[in-house]
């Protein structure tokens, strides 16, 4: 027989963005989405990373991108995770104009309760953009959620 302990940690931690994720953030007060040009192969990586994971160079080359895009992947979370919001909520890549990657972000803007209709709203390749807070902190929260584009 093994024993369990059940226990509860809770760790105070300072997590530092970096340069790269601090120029991102900062952006983000004003309402733009900043992403990285590689120098070798062209793509516009979002978000932002000091070196390109593809070819293994710097990036240096800043460069703004929409916060209009097209969903990638989408799912449903039914189940409570500390920080995020009450269940249910969606979220999935999205590609924003602009940019040769996705973000992991928020959905809404629909009722979350019916898994179909999310599904059948943020498919792959349906358009999105950004519903931002009134009072923005240079956080990713600033971003609530992507909403459907209509039309």
């Known amino acids: 027989m093994v024993l369990k302990f059940e226990t509860k940690w809770e760790i105070p931690y300072v997590h530092s963005a970096g340069e790269h994720g601090t120029k ?3 952006a983000l007060k004003d309402k733009k989405i900043m992403g990285v040009k ?3 192969c062209g793509r516009v990586l979002i978000p932002p990373r000091a070196f390109c ?3 293994f160079v710097d990036t240096a080359d800043w460069v703004e991108v929409s916060d209009e895009g097209e969903v990638v992947t989408v799912t449903v979370t039914y189940i409570k995770f500390t920080g995020l919001p009450d269940p249910p ?3 999935g890549i999205v590609k924003l104009d602009g940019a ?3 973000m992991l972000c928020l959905l809404g803007g629909i009722d979350l ?3 179909k209709k999310v599904h059948e709203t ?3 390749g349906a358009r999105v953009r950004a519903v931002w807070k009134e009072e923005r902190e240079g956080k990713i929260t600033d971003i609530l959620y992507f909403e459907p584009v209509e039309g």
């Open 24 to 26: 991102f953030f900062e």
């Open 38 to 40: 590689c120098p070798e």
């Open 53 to 55: 994971e593809r070819c």
């Open 89 to 91: 909520y969606a979220t």
């Open 100 to 102: 040769d990657t996705g």
């Open 113 to 115: 309760s019916d898994w």
């Open 122 to 124: 943020f498919k792959p």
